[in-house]
Structure formats: structure tokens, C-alpha cells
């Protein structure tokens, strides 16, 4: 656990960075979408360089406010770091030779822990969990 809590310090100021740029981006919203407005205008009237130069100056704007979205994406590399300790708790859990009592022991309406799930409640609620978790935290500035 604290490893992971570890792990979750390490990328705050990548997170936090996030929610800046979230805020920023909807600030900037209404000169982005006049932007995006100008450039699908010349782009119907087959202008590619001035769609290109419309182009660069969104980029422009983005650069003076400090905003690289490039950068909160790197939250993605915590992934495999997690990836890598469920997978060790997984081993280390399921060893009947390390942990005999998950042959016995139960909770709930689980009486074997060492089996899945038998009416699949779990993955189902985890699943809501998360969608409800990715809906209630839109940090991006665009429209859901």
C-alpha cells in the first residue's frame, strides 16, 4: 500500500497539471471554437493554407497560455506501475502454500475465496464504479 501511495505522489503534479489545463482550456474555449469555426470554413472552401495557417495560430494560442495537453497524458504511464502491483498482490494472495486460509475462510457469499466471483457482482459494480467515476470527472474543456 504504501508503495502505491508512493506512486500516486509521484504523478500529482502531473494530475494537478491536468486540472489546470482543464480550467485553462475553458477559458479558451470560446477562441478555440471560432478557431475550429474559421478553419472547417476555409477547409469547405478548399483553402489548405490558410487552414494551415489558422492551424498555427491555434497552436500559438495554446503556447502563450502554457497549455501542452501532451504533458497530462503522460498520467497514462501509472498504469502499468499498478498493473505490476495487482499482479504481485494477486500471486501473493492466491498462494494456498503462503495464505492457506483462502481455501476456508469466506466473506459474504463468497465461501472459497480462492474461486471468482460466482454471480459475477463484482465485476458489475466495479464497472459502474468506474464509469460513474469517469462521468462525474470530465477535466477536458470540450463537450461531453
Known sequence: MSV???TR???VPLQLYGQILGQKMKLLQPDNEESQAV???YNQQGNKEAVKIE???SKM???SHGLYPIVSALNIFQLPVHM???SMINRLSYDYEINPAIL???ILWFKDLSVPDPWGILPVAGGVMSMLNIMSTNA???NN
Do not use: E, N, P, S
Request: charge should be positive.
Open 39 to 41: 478553419m472547417k470554413r
Open 9 to 11: 505522489f509521484m504523478f
Open 84 to 86: 505490476v502491483y495487482i
Open 61 to 63: 494560442l495554446r503556447k
Open 104 to 106: 476456508t475462510d469466506g
Open 140 to 142: 477536458g474543456g470540450g
Open 55 to 57: 492551424r498555427q495560430k
Open 4 to 6: 502505491a501511495l508512493l
